[in-house]
């Protein structure tokens, strides 16, 4: 047990899954793992370990935020031994050609800032993905048919943004998608030599003001949850 993860040593298994929302972990367990176990709710921030296709998974939720993720991941990490660590979740697209319901796969995270500005100081360290990671995640979504964009997104720390001019800057420069965790878990990731990576669903538009219908956002999540497995074990 650690202090926000109550599993037991042995519990948790070498790939984690991270949805932002615990209920999302439940519906993904319950879904797609075999003999799925409920192994933490400490706060309410459900974990479950199953088994898909022989292979041992945990589904970890992660809460929304980088500091929210980075306690989750931390103890995952330096607790836990977790290798592989895929961040499931949602996005707000930035980019015309960036659709809603697409996947996209993050292959850096810009932020302002992360919990682990402290060590970096005046330095614009770039969190990126495992490559590995990446590419497996990119035939599977290929394979599944998923409309899928491979580039740079960013990260924030506010959902409500009173900085509407970094955003614009965000899109002049290219970037796919915002969200609020990714950075983090990538910085973690490199620091103790783990494989990280963002698999995130479009589920709104800054530029188009669209947003995903309720009935469609369990069958979007799903195709994300088969596309981070398939890409852990290939
Ligand atoms: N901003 C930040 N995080 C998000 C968004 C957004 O528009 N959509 C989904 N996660």
Redesign the pocket.
Known sequence: MTIHIGARPGDIAPTVLMPGDPFRARWAAETFLTDAVCVTQVRGMLGYTGTWNGHRVTIQGSGMGMPSLSIYANELIRDYDAQTLIRI????GMQPQVGIRDVILAMTASTLSTPSRGIFRELNFAPCADYGLLAAAHQAAQAQGVKTHVGGIYS?DV?Y?ERPDLNEQMIRHGILG???EAAELYILAARYGRRALAVLTV??H?ITQEALPAEDRERSFGDMVHIALTAAFA
Do not use: K
């Open positions: 979740g949602s996005c707000g924030s959902f943004d915002v969200e609020m589920s709104d800054l």
